[in-house]
């Protein structure tokens, strides 16, 4: 079960030239997913900067390719982990063509949480992580 799931469509100016979605853009699609998510939370990444003084920069990302997503194709991307270290969250995304009724993706992405005025990680404030505990994150090496 996911913990979010965010919907929208594919667009041409998204396609590369064979037609089809980039690569680039699953990413911006898992980006979408998180910040709805958030927006929903604490009303964006503003809120989480607002009211625990931290940033969420990626420090690392990663995809597989199963199926394309064609311009125009509907699609939905699912939050299906959200995995809390002590300095990082680690995001599990499944992308769905739900137009086509098959799996696009799977993908990761490495968030760190920042002091932005020394732009150094931190641990994860205590009551950002119960949040996002409340919600279907869990602990680092807890299934």
């Excluded at 020394?118 to 641990?123: C, F, L, R, T």
């Amino acid at each position: 079960m996911a913990i979010y799931s965010y919907r929208s469509t594919a667009y041409w100016s998204e396609t590369d030239a064979a037609g089809i979605v980039h690569f680039s853009n699953y990413f911006r699609y898992c980006e979408r997913a998180e910040e709805e998510f958030f927006r929903k939370l604490l009303g964006g990444f503003p809120g989480i900067l607002n009211r625990y003084g931290v940033i969420v920069p990626r420090v690392k990302a990663s995809c597989d390719y199963h199926h394309p997503i064609y311009p125009h194709d509907d699609f939905r991307v699912d939050i299906v982990d959200i995995e809390i270290g002590n300095r990082s969250l680690k995001y599990r995304f499944e992308v769905f063509n739900e137009s086509r009724a098959v799996k696009a993706a799977d993908c990761e992405i490495v968030v760190a949480i920042v002091d932005p005025s020394v732009m150094k990680s931190i641990e994860i404030p205590s009551q950002l992580r119960e949040l996002l505990k409340s919600v279907g994150a869990r602990e680092r090496g807890r299934g």
